[in-house]
């Protein structure tokens, strides 16, 4: 039963913020003084920190009445973000390097960012990835861990992670198996480091990688914070050319795969396990009486 009701409340709660998160920003928006509100800079912060300030509210309570916390990074944090990171940055340039094989990389027209935009926008992919962290893998894949085993718990967390961003605009096919492996991914370096540190790690490096660096995240053009590098996909929506870019294209889900295997062999003693192999951290906490 508790696992059932910690998906049914991340769901609805997940599907809340999704619909009523955008609205409420528009509406704070339109307060703002008109230099503010023409900045997109400005606009896309009070976005992120809504919407995404929301969805880390709702784990951290989620989690609190199933009697855990969220805020999990496991263990050797600082060596998982770095692990983490590094997966993440060259994961995603692998992606670009397939896209490039494939003859769908082409410059863009604005190259360039300066130091304040660049640590303004990773701040801001750092809001992102930890609430989405803290949401799926510090709050539900744990729940779930504890009673189905590791293995059952990464996957249904992935399908709800798909499945949220499906409600939040996504269309493409290929952009939800993208988005499913992703969470695969995010899982299993959640269970293979027994925290969310190493998740944020992989999470945080792939996002601003795709959007600071290479500018592919709108496509085409860069976001209001420019990139060091502006580069658009064109061609078939399957090679990238759609509007979803790179996330819609066979590039990253080999890419992806290419990441998994890995993890997954690395963690194949926890996967095989059932429940009581969840890691020790996930487990509901007792007090002592």
Request: glycine residues 14%; positive net charge; proline residues 5%.
């Amino acid at each position: 039963m508790r696992p059932s009701l910690a998906l049914a409340s991340a769901l609805l709660s997940g599907l809340a913020v999704l619909l009523l998160g955008p609205r409420c920003a528009s509406a704070v928006s339109a307060l703002l003084p008109a230099a503010l509100a023409g900045d997109h800079r400005v606009v896309e912060t009070l976005f992120m920190l809504l919407v995404y300030g929301a969805l880390a509210a709702c784990a951290l309570v989620g989690a609190r009445l199933f009697g855990r916390s969220a805020w999990q990074v496991g263990d050797k944090p600082l060596c998982c973000i770095a692990l983490g990171l590094f997966a993440g940055v060259t994961g995603l340039i692998a992606a670009v390097a397939v896209s490039a094989a494939a003859g769908t990389l082409v410059p863009g027209g604005s190259p360039g960012i300066s130091l304040v935009p660049l640590l303004w926008g990773l701040s801001l992919v750092a809001v992102q990835a930890g609430s989405e962290e803290l949401f799926f893998r510090g709050w539900v894949q744990p729940v779930l861990a504890e009673r189905f085993g590791t293995a059952l718990a990464v996957l249904v967390t992935a399908l709800l992670f798909a499945g949220l961003h499906l409600a939040g605009g996504v269309r493409s096919p290929l952009s939800l198996l993208n988005l499913l492996l992703g969470g695969v991914m995010f899982g299993l370096a959640a269970a293979h480091g027994r925290g969310i540190a190493g998740a944020f790690g992989l999470h945080f490096g792939w996002n601003a990688t795709e959007q600071l660096l290479f500018g592919l995240q709108p496509n085409p053009g860069t976001g209001g914070f420019g990139a060091l590098l502006d580069l658009d996909l064109a061609g078939p929506g399957w090679l990238g050319g759609s509007a979803e870019g790179l996330n819609a294209s066979l590039a990253m889900s080999l890419a992806l795969i290419a990441l998994i295997v890995p993890q997954a062999i690395a963690a194949r003693r926890m996967l095989a396990g059932g429940s009581d192999d969840a890691p020790a951290l996930w487990r509901r906490r007792t007090v002592l009486r």
